[in-house]
C-alpha cells in the first residue's frame, strides 16, 4: 500500500470563504467517489492555528505503484489540482506502509 498525503498553503491574500476555493475543496472532497484507485480518501480544512499548520490536507491510499500513478494521471484529479494551483501551494509525500 502507498500512503499519498498533500498538504495546501492558500496564498497570500486568499481566503478558504471564497467560491473558488470552496470550488476546489468540493472539488477534492469527490475524488474519492470518482478515482477506482483510491482504497482510502479523506480530506479537509486544518482546524488549528499554529504558525507552522497548513490548510488543507488529503490523506488517502492505492495499492501501489501504477495505482498511484493511474490516480495522479486520472482526469477527475487532474481538474480538481489545476484548480489549486491558481490559489494554493502544496507539498507531498508519497510513501509505502
Same mark, same amino acid.
Given at each position: 500500500m502507498i500512503r499519498h498525503l498533500v498538504l495546501?498553503?492558500?496564498n497570500e491574500g486568499v481566503s478558504r470563504d471564497e467560491p473558488r476555493v470552496q470550488d476546489a475543496a468540493?472539488?477534492?472532497r469527490e475524488l474519492g467517489d470518482k478515482i477506482p484507485e483510491l482504497t482510502h480518501w479523506e480530506?479537509?480544512?486544518?482546524?488549528?492555528? /499554529?504558525? %507552522?499548520?497548513r490548510d488543507f490536507a488529503i490523506n488517502s491510499a492505492v495499492a501501489d505503484r501504477e495505482a498511484?500513478? /493511474?490516480? %495522479?494521471?486520472?482526469?477527475?484529479?487532474q481538474a480538481a489540482a489545476a484548480q489549486w494551483r491558481a490559489f494554493a501551494t502544496w507539498v507531498i509525500a508519497d510513501y509505502e506502509f
Open positions: 495546501f498553503q492558500l468540493r472539488a477534492f480530506c479537509g480544512w486544518n482546524i488549528t492555528d /499554529r504558525p %507552522i499548520a498511484l500513478t /493511474r490516480y %495522479i494521471e486520472h482526469p477527475a484529479h
